[in-house]
């Protein structure tokens, strides 16, 4: 699986963007897929997760309520739908993928669940 991310950009504070994440491969629909950022100076982090197939989602503290994942399997794609973003948003934010499994759902926030990753798309959010 190959991923490629995309749709960072600038945007001032309470702006959107969306993100995309687009997949490799055939067996997409069996990979669950999280966002992770980094911001300058800091630890990459776990933003968001969407599960293969059943639709389960779950998202960090800091950005729950304002960020919504989904997926088009069709299309090989997940999207990050990021919004009310705060200057704190501010990072590059990577796609990750792995198989969808029991024990990645386990530890679905550590990157090092991940087996695939993108390169990046950096977002700047200005005050």
């Known amino acids: 699986v190959q991923l490629q991310a995309s749709g960072g950009g600038l945007v001032q504070a309470g702006g959107s963007l969306r993100l995309s994440c687009a997949a490799s491969?055939?067996?997409?629909?069996?990979?669950?897929v999280a966002w992770f950022r980094q911001a300058p100076g800091k630890e990459r982090v776990f933003v968001s997760f969407?599960?293969?197939?059943?639709?389960?989602?779950y998202y960090a503290g800091s950005v729950k309520g304002r960020f919504t994942i989904s997926r088009d399997n069709a299309k090989n794609t997940v999207y990050l739908h990021v919004n009310s973003l705060e200057p704190e948003d501010t990072a590059v934010y990577y796609c990750?993928?792995?198989?969808?499994?029991?024990?990645?759902?386990?530890?679905?926030?550590?990157?090092?669940?991940?087996?695939?990753w993108g390169q990046g798309t950096q977002v700047t959010v200005s005050s």
């Open positions: 990750a993928a792995a198989l969808d499994t029991y024990d990645l759902r386990s530890g679905y926030y550590a990157s090092s669940a991940y087996d695939y």
């Open positions: 491969g055939r067996t997409f629909r069996r990979h669950a």
């Open positions: 969407i599960s293969g197939n059943d639709g389960r989602t």
